[in-house]
Each structure stands twice: as structure tokens, then as C-alpha cells.
């Protein structure tokens, strides 16, 4: 069930970016719908799923670009595999973490896959035009993906069938004949 719903959420941010990117920009500043995706995978999702749905959203990105083939899946790939092993499952709950290390990953993943594309077309980087750039485009991302965070947690307290109810977990599935 967790694969289906990072299934439609790749699908939902394809559309968004291919679809509803110009009409969300701010000054120029389009927010990456995908690098959200690699986000949800790293923090929600544990081990080769995480890193499968990484790829998955980078290998997307690099479709819908027009650009070097691999290089947004590579980075995603490697940042996730990062947040797997290098921060703990507490902190990976934290929303505070997850706001500021989705925050370095975004910009990670902006700058390095700039930074990526204009090594191999060589062209000269300037760290200097890069960081700024990545830093909108993170910060605009976190920020709308905090909105529809918060908005989502508003409907399902008014929806009374979205709200988490808990359900009876048997570990003997022969429990509910004997009853």
C-alpha cells in the first residue's frame, strides 16, 4: 500500500511540474515538485524502497528534462541513501528535521544536478550564481510542501473517514474463525 501511494504521489508531482510549475512561480522561481518526492521517500520510507523511489523520482526528472540522462537520479539516489544511514529513525520523525534537512537535500539536489549538467556540457560553475538559485528554489519547495502539509492535516480532521483510526492487527489470521 506504501508503494501505491508513492506511486501516485511521483504521479501527482509529474503533473504538478509539468502542468501547474508556471502558474506557481514567484519571480522566476518554480518549485521542484520531484525533489519533494525524493524527500517523502528518504523520510518516510526505510532501506531499498527509499532509494527505489528515489531513482524512480529522479529518473523521472531526467526524463522530463532536457538534459544528461542519469545525473538527477544519481543525486537523488545518493542523498537518500545519506539520510538513510546517516540520520536516525527519531530524528527522520522530527518535523523540525524533517523541514531542515528536506530543506539541504532540495538545495542539494538543485545545485548538484546544475552543477552536473554544466560540467558536462563544459561550462564553467559559479558557486556564487548556484547556491542562490538552489536556496529559492529549496525554500519555495519546503514552503508549499508545508502548506499542503498543513492543509491535509485540516481536512482530515473535518473528513471523519481520513482520520487514522486504528484497526485490530491479528497475528493469527485463524483468530477471527475462532472467535
Known amino acids: 500500500m506504501v508503494h501505491l501511494g508513492m506511486l501516485l504521489l511521483t504521479y501527482a508531482a509529474v503533473v504538478c511540474q509539468t502542468s501547474l510549475a508556471d502558474a506557481v512561480s514567484a519571480r522566476g522561481i518554480v518549485p521542484d515538485f520531484l525533489a ?4 517523502v521517500a528518504a523520510f518516510s520510507l526505510r532501506g531499498a524502497s527509499a532509494v527505489f523511489w528515489a531513482a524512480f523520482a529522479g529518473l523521472t ?3 522530463l528534462g532536457s538534459s544528461h540522462f542519469g545525473v ?3 543525486i537523488a539516489v545518493a542523498l537518500t541513501y545519506s539520510i538513510q544511514s546517516c540520520v536516525g ?5 522530527s518535523p523540525f528535521a524533517q523541514l531542515s534537512i528536506g530543506f539541504v537535500m532540495i538545495a542539494a539536489l538543485v ?10 556540457n563544459r561550462q564553467t560553475v559559479i558557486v556564487g550564481d548556484l547556491l542562490p538559485t538552489a536556496f529559492k528554489i529549496a ?3 519546503i514552503l508549499l510542501a508545508m502548506i499542503v502539509r ?4 485540516i481536512v482530515r480532521r473535518i473528513v471523519p473517514g481520513l482520520k487514522g483510526t486504528s484497526r485490530t492487527q491479528y497475528s493469527n489470521r485463524w ?5
Do not use: F, P
Open 175 to 179: 483468530a477471527l474463525i475462532d472467535r
Open 72 to 74: 538527477n537520479m544519481l
Open 36 to 39: 519533494l518526492v525524493v524527500v
Open 139 to 141: 525554500t519555495y519547495s
Open 150 to 153: 498543513l492543509g491535509w492535516g
Open 61 to 63: 526528472a531526467d526524463c
Open 111 to 120: 545545485a548538484g544536478s546544475i552543477a552536473t549538467q554544466l560540467l558536462l
Open 89 to 93: 529513525t527519531d530524528w527522520r520523525k
